[in-house]
């Protein structure tokens, strides 16, 4: 096996024998066929768009099969079996229903019969020579397609809650197709700005999904002590499913409690809404071995980040969606097996006062006391705004975003969004005015939400984005911190700082572009990053 796309891959340059995640060959194999036949469907794809033949169905099947491979999210090689066999499905479909012909190795791919075959294809097509002898124009492939895969993602996410948009398919297809054509090194960097581009579309898409289904965020104090009673613990990014799980588990005694980067969940009036909503138990993804084998109920999985479960709590632990681990169970949308495990287990023996912590200040609360930000701005009571965001991870170098946020001036304030947060979301960093100095934007896809308030200072201010007192400070993981770091760069904001070591993936040369056209910087240490920052 090769796989490199996430910030934890062995000795920084690939995982080789197993992935550090738990992801064994066979799965990588299988993950890089997949993506294989994607690549082949897309083809197909956009030959039957230029006959005027977009198919619903298989644009939904692409950001799925996509989104499956990201990291930390199906671990489990009978769904990939499927997933394969579908791909070559629907890829004969279309090509009949569009009338095109199926004329390239990928688009005419057979699947193979048993898992062993297709394991033994999947090694032939992984992100190696096989994909692209140069290693440059490889590396800017591998960007490419891991921004696709953060893509799908947020695509995915927004039409469950009923938002597509065809612009975002039409690209989705075209550039996985264009990943296995011959391609200059202009023409991938600009594949990959325009991925950016459209993934702030597909995160408007899931933004209005999530607003527009559950209400705009209201800032909320969430507390982080247990409630006696039984108990659900729902991790992952999924609102709607979160939704349904409330809606059913009402009058029956268990409280539900949100793990990792559903904390924000707890600010939206439609979920708020639950007397049985409590609070927020845990920390980040990366240490849900131990803290779920310390939850007294029953545990719910709607995304990524899921590990291998422990055997403690390998019976309480449910898959749901697109998550999947060998030997866990998965449920549907009817979630009676995870109430009915509940119910069965001991729950909180008492009440605990562990404190709260704020969260709720998406684009509407924010941009709601624009009139008091820019006035402490223009005022000189709010110095500088720092977006630390993005990602955590087991690492011990993401100490740093813990140091620099305890250490940034208390009179500057700190936007922070998805689970690098777990890193300080507890901090009582106080207030400037009024407005807090610690501001929880939300999930990741929330960086919709943050780029909506800093074009919405840029213009108050009279100013571009660059020229705000803003500096971004960011942590990656997995791929959906790629998509939105080419986002942030389609949108010509420079000077970001990245951390907490730069993507294997990325050559010298392909740094150098992003150094000489982004100003990007890797981390030094929160003293000299926030002198160079402040001067
Ligand atoms: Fe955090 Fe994991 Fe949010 Fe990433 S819970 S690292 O996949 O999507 O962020
Ligand atoms: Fe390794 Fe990350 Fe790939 Fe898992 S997803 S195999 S940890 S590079």
Request: net charge negative; proline share 5%.
């Amino acid at each position: 096996m090769f796989c490199n796309q996430c910030e934890q891959t062995a000795r920084g340059t690939g995982c080789t024998k197993v992935g550090v995640c738990g992801k064994q060959p066979e799965v990588a194999a299988l993950q890089d066929l997949l993506i294989y036949a994607l690549q082949g469907l897309s083809q197909v794809a956009v030959q039957a768009r230029a006959k005027g033949v977009s198919d619903a169905a298989v644009n939904r099947f692409i950001s799925e099969g996509v989104f499956s491979t990201l990291t930390n999210v199906d671990f489990d090689p009978a769904r990939f079996q499927v997933l394969i066999n579908e791909a070559a499905g629907y890829r004969t479909l279309l090509a009949s229903k569009a009338g095109v012909a199926v004329n390239t190795e990928a688009a005419a791919f057979t699947p193979a019969t048993t898992l062993e075959g297709l394991v033994a294809q999947g090694e032939q097509h992984g992100v190696t020579e096989a994909l692209e002898v140069h290693p440059d124009l490889r590396s800017l492939k591998q960007i490419l397609i891991y921004g696709i895969k953060g893509l799908a993602a947020y695509s995915d996410h927004a039409a469950i809650l009923g938002q597509e948009d065809e612009k975002v398919y039409e690209f989705m297809q075209r550039a996985l197709a264009a990943t296995l054509e011959p391609k200059s090194l202009e023409e991938l960097v600009a594949l990959c700005m325009e991925c950016g581009q459209v993934n702030l579309k597909a995160m408007e898409l899931l933004d209005a999904g999530n607003t527009g289904t559950f209400g705009h965020p209201v800032p909320t104090p969430v507390p982080l002590g247990p409630k006696a009673g039984k108990a659900i613990l729902v991790s992952g990014h999924d609102l709607k499913d979160l939704g349904m799980l409330l809606e059913q588990t009402q009058g029956k005694g268990i409280n539900v409690y949100t793990h990792g980067e559903m904390l924000p969940c707890h600010g939206y009036p439609g979920l708020k809404k639950y007397p049985h909503f409590h609070g927020h138990y845990g920390t980040a993804w990366q240490n849900q071995q131990k803290e779920f084998a310390e939850f007294p109920g029953a545990i719910l999985m709607t995304t990524n980040c899921i590990q291998r479960p422990a055997d403690s709590y390998k019976d309480n632990i449910f898959t749901t969606g697109l998550v999947g681990w060998p030997g866990v169970t998965h449920v549907g949308k009817d979630f009676t097996p995870v109430i009915e495990k509940a119910l069965s287990m001991p729950g909180f023996a008492k009440d605990e006062d562990r404190g709260t912590v704020l969260t709720g200040f998406g684009r509407n609360a924010v941009l709601g006391v624009a009139d008091k930000v820019i006035a402490a701005v223009k005022d000189g009571a709010i110095r500088h705004f720092f977006l630390v965001a993005g990602c955590d991870g087991a690492k011990p170098g993401r100490n740093y975003y813990t140091e620099f946020v305890e250490k940034v001036p208390a009179d500057c304030v700190v936007l922070t969004l998805a689970c690098g947060k777990f890193r300080f979301f507890d901090k009582k960093l106080g207030d400037i005015g009024g407005i807090p100095r610690l501001l929880d934007v939300g999930q990741c896809n929330d960086a919709y939400s943050a780029i909506q308030i800093a074009l919405a200072l840029a213009g108050a201010f009279e100013c571009g984005v660059n020229d705000l007192p803003l500096s971004m400070v960011l942590s990656w993981y997995e791929q959906k911190a790629v998509v939105i770091l080419l986002t942030l760069l389609s949108l010509g904001i420079k000077g970001i700082r990245l951390g907490p070591s730069l993507p294997a993936f990325i050559t010298p040369a392909v740094l150098n572009v992003l150094v000489e056209n982004f100003d990007i910087k890797p981390l030094s240490t929160p003293d000299d990053d926030l002198k160079a920052i402040l001067g």
